[in-house]
């Protein structure tokens, strides 16, 4: 159509028409498309793991003044949403008594300084045709994941090798206290005589109790959502490469 008729029909002047057309963008509108490329650069950049709070932190950080519901609406805009996925579901394993510690940590998981609480645990990660699995040790004061291991197979050595790369990289002291479940893994001789060595305190999960180890849940939770189920897995050295970049 043409422009006289579209104007008529619209009821606007022509000549007002053609001020809009040739008037250059307002401060508002290029600040707004600023931020939108920002969150766009973002968003990619954290492999689509990002929401608009995380984006927002991050923009806030780099110098980029925007709040929450801005970041939001324009991940709306441009059809941008962080991956989800399926809940993580804890599934409690066959265990016997022995070597059974304490629930030293019940459940108080707010630290007042590094190094005074650390939870470890398992989860698995599938492959095209197996499964790996993933020990992690964090320290609930900064919610840092200080030590992980990830092998093919489910032993001691597994959870000792997550330990291991945690006390290399930290100065521990006496009375830390450790906190697992009851595996196999964590109630070996060999793994219990490493926290000795350290002077740690160990503390296990009652026996069916998710929520003794919320805080490994959550993040476990969290790695599968953003990562392990938007992946497809052939071998441990691919698992590893992914898990190693998320991590570290």
Known sequence: HSIVKMCRWLEVSRSGFYR????EPSGRACRRELVRQAVNDTYFDYNRIYGSLRIVRELNDAGIACSK????DLMREMGLKARNGKRFKYEVSPES???V?????ARNFTASRPNEKWVSD???????????YLAVVMDLFSRQVIGWSID?????DLVRDAFSMAVAKRDVQPGLVLRSDRGVQYRAWEYQAALESQEITP?????????????MESFFSRLKVELVYAEQYATLDSAYRSVFEYIE
């Not at 599938?126 to 499964?131: H, I, N, R, V, Y």
């Not at 093919?152 to 001691?156: A, E, G, H, N, R």
């Open 97 to 99: 008594v022995a070597g």
């Open 152 to 156: 093919d197979q489910m032993t001691v």
């Open 20 to 23: 809009w057309r040739n008037r």
């Open 122 to 132: 398992i989860t698995y990660i599938e492959l095209d045709d197996g499964w790996v």
């Open 203 to 215: 503390s296990m999960s009652r026996k069916g109790i998710c929520w003794d180890n919320a805080a």
């Open 69 to 72: 519901n801005h970041v939001a």
């Open 101 to 105: 510690a304490d629930n030293v940590l």
